[in-house]
């Protein structure tokens, strides 16, 4: 279950301003430990901290080869790859320049095999989180 806020849009130069919107609530964010842990209870032989050292190496790996200019597809999840945000360009190939016409880099996922977004729209639902918008309209300053 999916569940979901309303936001306004109050920038007035927008031309959806004052038009609301729903964005997802997230109720936890997940590490690589949990994650591991939640996979090792799936019928696995694998042991918790087998699987985290897998899936930590898998991470490093994965950064590795898209800083050598590769693309990383895991099936059924992603292709990662990297993006570059550009500053604007230059009139000229000559008078391009890395350090005044690029931001940086991006890391970019793109859904791939059985996690698409037509698959996504036919497995997901979605319910307003009323007593989660009511909570912080109440309580404006939450104890940490």
Do not use: W
Not at 14 to 25: E, I, L, Q, R, T
Not at 53 to 62: A, K, P, R
């Amino acid at each position: 279950m999916i569940l979901y806020v309303l936001k306004q849009n109050k920038n007035e130069k927008s031309s959806a301003y004052g038009k609301f919107f729903a964005y997802p609530v997230i109720e936890e964010t997940i590490d690589l430990d949990a994650l591991a842990g939640h996979m090792s209870n799936h019928n696995t032989p694998y042991s918790k901290g087998a699987i985290k050292g897998m899936l930590t190496d898998m991470v490093s790996c994965i950064k590795e080869l898209l800083l050598e200019g590769k693309n990383v597809k895991v099936a059924d999840l992603a292709i990662f790859s990297l993006g570059i945000k550009n500053n604007g360009g230059s009139d000229t190939e000559d008078e391009f320049s890395v350090s005044k016409h690029i931001k940086g880099v991006k890391l970019r996922a793109r859904a791939t095999g059985e996690l698409t977004t037509t698959s996504l729209n036919l497995e997901a639902s979605l319910k307003k989180a009323t007593a989660v918008t009511k909570a912080k309209k109440e309580d404006p300053d939450p104890e940490p």
